[in-house]
């Protein structure tokens, strides 16, 4: 389905449609031609259909290629790659990495920081957290816990949310470095 989020994260980690590192990977360990196709659509299965139609071009190509059929049906192909290049920092590494760091699994780690990406700000309270990845506010404590520790978050302020109660900690998350600009 199309989806700006998305979108932007196949943009960055292809850096803008030019450097495919899996068609490199798999042109080292594969004897037969690898084909990858990516579609863009209103819906789910208009961008299912678009990824089929940018495979049937590969399929004419019979080498390793990779073609886009975008949501207005422009195509983009076939397009060239690194041509073996190892590619630096990759996202799912950078997840990893702070995993690693924090102790955390690599999916808690997604759902946070691919959850700020697309709320598209910076500070949040321990609640906001909670309810954008689906814990509890108990659970989303201990989350921020760790990744104060390993300097992926940071307090930054606090702020009286109702009449009574403890004020609520603003919370500042430094991005992975997830996506360019």
């Avoid at 108990?138 to 760790?146: A, V």
Wanted: one cysteine or more.
């Amino acid at each position: 389905m199309y989806d700006l989020y998305h979108q932007k994260i196949i943009e960055t980690e292809t850096n803008q449609y030019k450097d495919f590192y899996l068609l490199d990977v798999l042109r080292e360990v594969s004897a037969v031609p690898v084909y990858i196709g990516i579609g863009y659509g209103k819906t789910a299965n208009e961008s299912k259909y678009n990824a089929y139609e940018s495979m049937k071009k590969m399929e004419r190509s019979r080498q390793n290629s990779v073609y886009i059929v975008f949501e207005n049906g422009e195509v983009m192909g076939p397009l060239e790659t690194g041509r073996g290049a190892k590619k630096q920092d990759s996202f799912d590494e950078k997840f990893y990495r702070a995993a690693t760091e924090t102790g955390l699994s690599v999916n808690t780690i997604y759902k946070v920081f691919g959850g700020i990406v697309k709320e598209e700000k910076a500070d949040f309270t321990s609640r906001e957290l909670a309810a954008i990845c689906g814990v509890s506010v108990r659970t989303m404590d201990r989350i921020i816990l760790k990744l104060c520790d390993a300097g992926y978050c940071e307090v930054i302020s606090e702020k009286l949310m109702h009449k009574s109660g403890r004020p609520s900690r603003i919370l500042r998350l430094h991005p992975l470095q997830i996506h360019n600009g």
